[in-house]
């Protein structure tokens, strides 16, 4: 088991994840409080991607040889509670599972609450070369509330959402962040399950990473309704990039 380097980014400080530490097998991180909003007006489900694979991501890594690096290929999300701004998750924690390559873990309340639970399954890759991340600027209002569209940079282009993969969305990889794309995925779902009538909230996430998505690429989401029901909607969201698929996303609300 390796001890691990904290390569901070772009994403974290846009979403207040930080206090990624390590004890044993066990990696933990933190979120600032702050309200999120999806497209149904609700605490969006999709912010919390960037907490997730963070969290994850180093439980996977924690297992490979030191050095080593991962990134994600798949990522889940599977609301326990419903999510509420009055009590929002605030810690992550997470271990890797059956010996490696995927990590389970919990996203907990304030009152350490299991909010959801999530798991990743990685990949092993190249090092993150020595100085590569950023952490920025920016200082997000804890209080306002704040659109994920907007947070993230999702634009509505006739039937399909946008995005362009600017700096301040990339992984230490210099990468679109694996949380970021899931975040994006699960914003687009809402918006078209919003569309269709549904009040229906999400209550799980589930995103394959399929090819990387470069700095300066363009990812366009289109959102296919799988089954629109009373009590449970299902919604496929496919993000291509140059025609070719980035990553698939599987979006249940029920």
């Known amino acids: 088991m390796q001890e691990l380097t904290i390569v901070t980014s ?19 991180a933190t979120m600032e409080p702050r309200p999120i909003l999806g497209a149904d007006g609700r605490a969006a489900v999709g912010a919390l991607g960037v907490l997730a694979d963070n969290t994850l991501g180093y439980a996977v890594m924690a297992a490979l040889p030191q050095g080593a690096w991962s990134i994600s290929t798949e990522i889940w999300i599977d609301v326990i509670e419903p999510l509420d701004v009055r009590r929002p998750v605030v810690r992550g924690t997470a271990e890797v599972h059956h010996g490696g390559g995927l990590s389970q873990g919990a996203l907990l309340d304030a009152e350490g609450r299991v909010v959801a639970e999530c798991r990743q399954r990685g990949r092993e890759v190249e090092p993150v070369a020595p100085g590569s991340g950023a952490r920025s600027s920016i200082q997000p209002a804890a209080e306002e509330p704040v659109d994920l569209g907007e947070l993230v940079g999702v634009r509505r282009v006739a039937d399909r959402h946008v995005l362009e993969v600017e700096p301040i969305l990339l992984n230490p990889r210099d990468m679109l962040h694996g949380g970021i794309s899931l975040a994006a995925s699960e914003f687009a779902a809402t918006a078209s399950r919003v569309e269709a009538g549904s009040t229906l909230a999400t209550s799980s996430v589930h995103i394959v990473h399929t090819r990387g998505v470069p700095r300066d690429a363009t990812i ?19 993000g291509r990039v140059d025609g070719k698929v980035a990553t698939v996303t599987t979006v249940t609300a029920g």
């Open 10 to 28: 772009e994403p974290d400080a846009l979403f207040g994840v930080g206090g990624i530490h390590q004890v044993g097998p066990t990696v933990s």
């Open 220 to 238: 366009t989401f289109e959102s296919i309704t799988r089954h629109s029901g009373r009590t449970l909607w299902v919604t496929e969201v496919v």
